[in-house]
């Protein structure tokens, strides 16, 4: 045993604890083919599913002359979103508390706000992935045209992505344990995905419901998106709805996240 | 089983200094002013019941928990308020804590080593706690004994000066606890200081250089093990069945004597070496035969119910 403590440290790196921390936790992700399937497949096997059904890419009067496939672009890149933070990242971060693993990151020089920052980096990376892959698939296979106002929409999608991630950190904070986050997520997911325009884009809501909608976070996502699709720049309100929810989210999660 | 444990200072620097600790949780005191000083290189033992604060203690120590009242001094340094630099010193393994069940005993062993500046070679520390054939097992399905065995290598990998080892033989079985003391021998061979809570007798009995015994928050004793044993009333027990019954009056006078108990025909008498002797002389003298004569160290759990269960 001595040689291991005498020895004055075989440090051949320089020390990059975020690095070990975020290898180990990309390891994890990809061991989870749950959470890889729902983030960074079904959305675009979803869209591709629409794509081979012939009326579903005729251009629909009720939704403003756009076809369903294309109405559908946006709301697959949201439902990635949504899938990340809501389903895949709230039991990892309320597993990782409830088995004493963030206290024992506690006792090491690093920082268990890097597993956090690990968890929410990783799912913000793999559902933007899948954004992407989403458009290239509309593109390739069902001819939809690529977003008109480009910086709108990607900042449409940074904001939506940090968005719904807040929404699952909030969800781990007030969680005691995993059922628990579990439990609140699914019961947070079908609002979310209902805003979002799964069920229904939101072309085609009746105005009241579209108002309505259009308050909550991915109903607001989804407007600035359709915005930025069809080449305008995203309306102030959208972004600003989008915005605030992240603000009010981000700071509950962080004024009542447990280490333990 | 009553091993005479020497203490071993291997220096004479005190590495852990707690002075008058105190820590309530919703009003009830959990740590009640407890006081202990950890020489460096020595085994030094938690021991106490369920509830009387060991946990709080050392997590205090390891700077997860700030102390209502009192100090706390590692190598000089306050561990709530130099975290960082604590952590650097201090190795920990604890208690009810475990690592993400799907990554391997290597890649747990690269994540931890990453964590710190001047990181042990992990093959080697995998090699010395014998995790060699097991480095791409998950930490899901390893034994209880290798979990243990990867959790003292993930204390031992920043190199640091002493480790907390917290309740790490519960819920292993008798072989795989005996090899884990094992480890825990050489790791302190190897010159790293230990902090060792456990409720086992024969664990601190056998490890441990010194003791501090742990009740409702306080340190009701603190010596080596086998300073406790003698600080009880009665070191040494020694039982026979007499051949013919001896006058009460010719035991009471035995030197060194605490307690006789007569049952069923058999006496038992509770004393010290003396009174051993003094027994052994008696009975010659009256030219009574012992059957079944047995003489018996008091252990540590004699002790330790002395101290703690009084007033249980």
Known sequence: MSAATASPATSTTRPRPGRAVLRAELILFFREPGSVFWVMAFPTLL??????????????????????????????????????????????????????????MSTTPVRPTAVLGAQVGLHAVASLISAVLTIAVGRIFSDVALPGQIVGYL????????????????ISALSPNTKMAQAVSISVF??????????????????????????????????????????????LIHLGVLALWTLVLSAAAARWFRWE | MCRPGPVRHCGNMTLIEVSDLRKSYGGRPVVDGVSLAVEEGEIFGVLG??????????????????????????????????????????????????????????????????????????????????????????????????????????????????VVLDELTTGLDPAARREVWSLIEEVRASGVTILLVTHFMEEAQRLCDRVAIFDRGRVVALDT????????????????????????????????????????????????????????????????????????????????????????
């Not at chain 1, 900042?155 to 909030?170: E, I, K, N, Q, R």
């Not at chain 2, 010395?128 to 480095?135: D, Q, Y």
């Not at chain 2, 009975?283 to 249980?312: C, I, K, M």
Request: aromatic letters at 4%; proline letters at 6%.
């Open chain 2, 49 to 162: 019941p369920n509830g009387a604060g060991k946990t709080t203690t050392v997590e205090s120590i390891l700077g997860l928990r700030a102390p209502d009242s009192g100090t706390i001094r590692v190598c000089g340094l306050d561990p709530s308020a130099d975290r960082a630099k604590t952590t650097l010193i201090v190795g920990a393994q604890l208690q009810e804590s475990e690592l993400q069940g799907k990554l391997t005993v290597a890649e747990s062993l690269q994540l931890f080593a990453g964590c710190y500046p001047r990181p042990a070679d992990w093959r080697t520390l995998a090699g010395r706690l014998g995790l060699e054939e097991k480095l791409n097992t998950r930490f899901a399905q390893l034994s209880g004994g290798q979990q243990q065995r990867l959790a003292i290598a993930l204390a031992l990998i920043g190199n640091p000066r002493v």
């Open chain 2, 225 to 312: 093990p086998s300073g406790l044993v003698a600080q009880t009333a009665s070191g040494t027990v020694i039982s026979f069945t007499p051949s013919r019954p001896l006058e009460e009056d010719v035991l009471a006078a035995l030197p060194g004597l605490a307690s006789v108990t007569h049952r069923d025909g058999r006496v038992t008498l509770a004393g010290t070496d003396e009174t051993v002797n003094a027994v052994i002389s008696l009975l010659a003298r009256n030219r009574v035969s012992a059957h079944q004569l047995r003489v018996t160290d008091s252990t540590l759990d004699d002790a330790f119910l002395d101290l703690t269960g009084a007033d249980a």
């Open chain 1, 155 to 170: 900042l449409t999608l940074l904001l939506a992505v940090v968005c719904v991630l807040a929404l699952g950190s909030l």
């Open chain 1, 47 to 104: 869209l591709l599913a629409l794509g081979f059904i012939p009326s579903m890419t005729e251009p629909k009067e009720e939704i403003g002359g756009l076809s369903t496939v294309e109405a559908y672009v946006p709301v697959a890149v949201l439902l990635s979103m949504i899938m990340a933070g809501l389903m895949a990242m709230p039991p990892v971060i309320t597993g990782y508390r409830e088995r004493g693993i963030l206290r024992r």
């Open chain 1, 190 to 235: 079908f609002p979310a995905m209902f805003a979002a325009g799964v069920y229904m884009p939101i072309q085609q809501m009746p105005d009241l419901m579209a108002n309505i909608v259009e308050m909550l976070p991915f109903g607001a996502a989804a407007q600035a998106l359709n915005q930025a699709t069809a080449g305008d720049w995203p309306d």
